[in-house]
């Protein structure tokens, strides 16, 4: 029978140490990996193409912007007109009615006229009769 084998301290510290060294091994090959011509160019790229993303989200911002602004103001201009519309339809309905009230009015007065000259007229034939039949 075998034996199992349990490692010692000593066993364990070693295994820590290499541990380490192998993570700083691989710090410095990614830290010099960062540093390096190819690393620094694939940066460069990736921030112009961030800067392109930018602009053209910037871009389509203000073109709907800007879109939006040219919907309200036809709106607006369409409220305007729509409200001119509205206001020169009242003006001539008010002159309308003011010109069927003048013409009541005079078909009235004329009415009066006609009524009074009437009995004007019935006033005179009776004085008339009264003087001839004397």
Same mark, same amino acid.
């Given at each position: 029978m075998s034996k199992s084998r349990t490692p010692d301290i000593a066993d364990r510290l070693k295994a820590s140490a290499e541990a =380490?060294?192998?993570q700083l091994e691989r710090a410095a090959r990614a830290t010099s990996a960062a540093d390096s011509p190819a690393a620094v160019e694939r940066r460069a790229g990736r921030a112009a193409v961030s800067a392109a993303r930018v602009? /053209?989200? !910037?871009?389509?911002? !203000?073109? /709907?912007?800007a879109a939006e602004a040219q919907q309200a103001a036809s709106l607006i201009a369409a409220q305007a007109a729509e409200a001119?519309? /509205?206001?020169? !339809?009242?003006?001539?309905e008010e002159v309308a009615r003011?010109?069927?009230?003048?013409?009541?009015?005079? /078909? =009235?007065a004329a009415l009066e006229?006609?009524?009074l000259a009437a009995r004007d007229a019935r006033y005179a034939a009776r004085k008339a009769r009264r003087r001839d039949g004397r």
């Open positions: =380490k060294k192998l602009a /053209r989200i !910037a871009e389509r911002k !203000a073109a /709907r912007a001119a519309a /509205r206001a020169a !339809a009242l003006k001539a003011e010109v069927e009230y003048a013409e009541q009015v005079a /078909r =009235k006229a006609e009524q």
